[in-house]
Nanobody
Framework: QVQLVESGGGLVQAGGSLRLSCAAS????????MAWFRQAPGKEREIVAR????????YYVDSTKGRFTISRDNAKNTVYLQMNSLQPEDTAVYYC???????????????WGQGTRVTVSS
């Protein structure tokens, strides 16, 4: 498994932007498919975006399409989530996760970071 540490969360006004980072340990980062999930209070954890190990394939949940961008730098063992036009409904704890399979279900992800909180004020 790979160890993951997120950073970059915080408080932002509606319409603002944040960039989340997820640093991974280990030499096999480039072999993992990476994803960002979020969990709002009282709600289930949902996938936000996913990128394949090669970076050639991405997936976004409908609510983030056109606003969020996932990227990765395999040389730096880091995956990013650029979030633009943030809305109050984006408020959640954001987690990065790694998997050996290309999946959208959190059950398919074995490695998780501790999460970083994003709060969007109206």
């Amino acid at each position: 498994q790979v160890q993951l540490v997120e950073s970059g969360g915080g408080l932002v006004q509606a319409g603002g932007s944040l960039r989340l980072s997820c640093a991974a340990s280990g030499r096999t980062f480039s072999s993992y498919h990476m994803a960002w999930f979020r969990q709002a209070p009282g709600k289930e954890r949902e996938i936000v975006a996913r990128m394949s190990a090669s970076g050639g394939s991405t997936y976004y949940v409908d609510s983030t399409k056109g606003r969020f961008t996932i990227s990765r730098d395999n040389a730096k063992n880091t995956v990013y989530l650029q979030m633009n036009s943030l809305q109050p409904e984006d408020t959640a704890v954001y987690y990065c996760a790694a998997s050996n399979v290309l999946a959208t279900s959190p059950r398919r992800y074995a490695s998780w970071g501790q999460g970083t909180r994003v709060t969007v004020s109206s």
